[in-house]
Protein backbone atom coordinates (compact mmCIF):
# COMPACT_ATOMS: atom_id res chain seq x y z
CA UNK A 1 0.00 0.00 0.00
CA UNK A 2 1.64 3.36 -0.83
CA UNK A 3 1.22 6.37 1.30
CA UNK A 4 0.08 9.58 -0.64
CA UNK A 5 0.67 13.64 0.37
CA UNK A 6 -0.68 16.41 -1.37
CA UNK A 7 0.59 19.69 -2.15
CA UNK A 8 -0.26 22.90 -4.01
CA UNK A 9 -3.15 24.10 -2.14
CA UNK A 10 -3.34 27.63 -1.29
CA UNK A 11 -5.71 30.79 -1.48
CA UNK A 12 -6.80 32.01 -4.96
CA UNK A 13 -9.01 34.67 -6.04
CA UNK A 14 -12.36 33.54 -8.19
CA UNK A 15 -11.04 32.71 -11.49
CA UNK A 16 -7.41 31.69 -11.01
CA UNK A 17 -5.62 29.02 -11.02
CA UNK A 18 -3.47 26.57 -8.98
CA UNK A 19 -1.74 23.27 -9.54
CA UNK A 20 -2.27 20.32 -6.93
CA UNK A 21 0.13 17.68 -6.73
CA UNK A 22 0.36 14.12 -5.33
CA UNK A 23 3.41 12.46 -4.21
CA UNK A 24 3.69 8.49 -3.66
CA UNK A 25 5.35 6.55 -1.20
CA UNK A 26 5.70 3.47 -4.46
CA UNK A 27 4.57 2.39 -7.55
CA UNK A 28 1.15 4.32 -8.45
CA UNK A 29 0.73 1.92 -11.77
CA UNK A 30 -2.05 -0.30 -10.98
CA UNK A 31 -3.93 2.07 -8.91
CA UNK A 32 -6.83 4.15 -9.98
CA UNK A 33 -5.61 7.54 -9.13
CA UNK A 34 -8.34 9.68 -8.00
CA UNK A 35 -8.70 13.52 -7.01
CA UNK A 36 -11.35 14.33 -4.24
CA UNK A 37 -12.61 17.32 -2.92
CA UNK A 38 -14.58 18.22 0.39
CA UNK A 39 -16.44 21.51 1.44
CA UNK A 40 -16.99 21.97 4.68
CA UNK A 41 -19.77 20.34 5.90
CA UNK A 42 -20.63 17.77 3.00
CA UNK A 43 -19.90 14.98 1.52
CA UNK A 44 -16.94 14.24 -0.36
CA UNK A 45 -16.84 14.92 -4.13
CA UNK A 46 -15.03 12.85 -6.65
CA UNK A 47 -13.58 15.60 -9.62
CA UNK A 48 -11.35 13.49 -11.18
CA UNK A 49 -10.57 9.47 -12.33
CA UNK A 50 -7.33 9.35 -13.61
CA UNK A 51 -7.07 5.94 -15.40
CA UNK A 52 -3.85 7.38 -17.79
CA UNK A 53 -3.03 10.65 -19.23
CA UNK A 54 -5.54 9.86 -22.31
CA UNK A 55 -8.16 8.47 -20.30
CA UNK A 56 -9.21 10.65 -17.34
CA UNK A 57 -13.05 11.02 -16.10
CA UNK A 58 -14.42 14.03 -14.62
CA UNK A 59 -17.82 15.32 -13.68
CA UNK A 60 -19.91 17.78 -15.59
CA UNK A 61 -19.23 21.09 -12.74
CA UNK A 62 -15.36 20.44 -13.15
CA UNK A 63 -15.03 19.48 -17.44
CA UNK A 64 -13.08 22.06 -19.23
CA UNK A 65 -11.34 23.92 -16.50
CA UNK A 66 -9.31 20.85 -14.02
CA UNK A 67 -7.39 18.73 -16.28
CA UNK A 68 -5.61 15.44 -14.29
CA UNK A 69 -2.76 13.86 -15.22
CA UNK A 70 -0.15 11.29 -14.16
CA UNK A 71 3.47 10.32 -14.41
CA UNK A 72 3.62 6.71 -12.99
CA UNK A 73 7.58 6.77 -13.17
CA UNK A 74 7.74 9.61 -11.01
CA UNK A 75 4.86 8.22 -8.80
CA UNK A 76 2.94 11.61 -8.94
CA UNK A 77 -0.45 12.85 -9.86
CA UNK A 78 -1.32 16.27 -10.68
CA UNK A 79 -5.00 18.44 -10.55
CA UNK A 80 -4.62 21.90 -12.86
CA UNK A 81 -7.61 23.67 -11.67
CA UNK A 82 -8.48 27.02 -13.64
CA UNK A 83 -11.21 29.30 -13.61
CA UNK A 84 -11.81 28.16 -10.23
CA UNK A 85 -14.85 29.12 -8.26
CA UNK A 86 -15.28 30.27 -4.55
CA UNK A 87 -17.75 27.03 -4.29
CA UNK A 88 -14.77 25.00 -4.69
CA UNK A 89 -13.02 25.79 -1.58
CA UNK A 90 -12.56 22.93 0.62
CA UNK A 91 -9.92 20.18 1.13
CA UNK A 92 -8.90 18.33 -2.03
CA UNK A 93 -7.11 14.36 -1.38
CA UNK A 94 -5.54 12.42 -3.35
CA UNK A 95 -6.80 8.97 -3.85
CA UNK A 96 -5.46 5.26 -4.91
CA UNK A 97 -7.58 2.33 -5.22
CA UNK A 98 -7.89 -0.66 -6.63
CA UNK A 99 -11.53 -0.86 -8.32
CA UNK A 100 -12.70 1.53 -10.98
CA UNK A 101 -15.88 2.44 -9.61
CA UNK A 102 -16.54 3.84 -5.54
CA UNK A 103 -14.58 4.26 -2.81
CA UNK A 104 -13.38 1.15 -1.33
CA UNK A 105 -11.95 -0.15 2.07
CA UNK A 106 -8.70 -0.57 1.07
CA UNK A 107 -8.46 2.86 -0.47
CA UNK A 108 -5.51 4.64 0.24
CA UNK A 109 -5.87 8.24 1.30
CA UNK A 110 -3.74 11.81 1.56
CA UNK A 111 -3.70 13.87 4.07
CA UNK A 112 -5.47 16.68 1.61
CA UNK A 113 -4.90 20.05 0.88
CA UNK A 114 -6.67 23.08 1.20
CA UNK A 115 -7.53 24.96 -1.42
CA UNK A 116 -9.34 28.43 -0.75
CA UNK A 117 -11.28 30.48 -3.72
CA UNK A 118 -12.36 33.85 -2.47
CA UNK A 119 -15.25 35.78 -4.47
Known amino acids: QVHLVESGGGLVQAGGSLRLSCVAS???????MRWYRQAPDQQRELIATIIGNTSVNYPESVRGRFTGYRDNDKNEIWLQMNNLKPEETGTYYC??????????????WGPGTRVTVSS
Open 95 to 108: NAASAPYGIGANDT
Open 26 to 32: GSIALYY
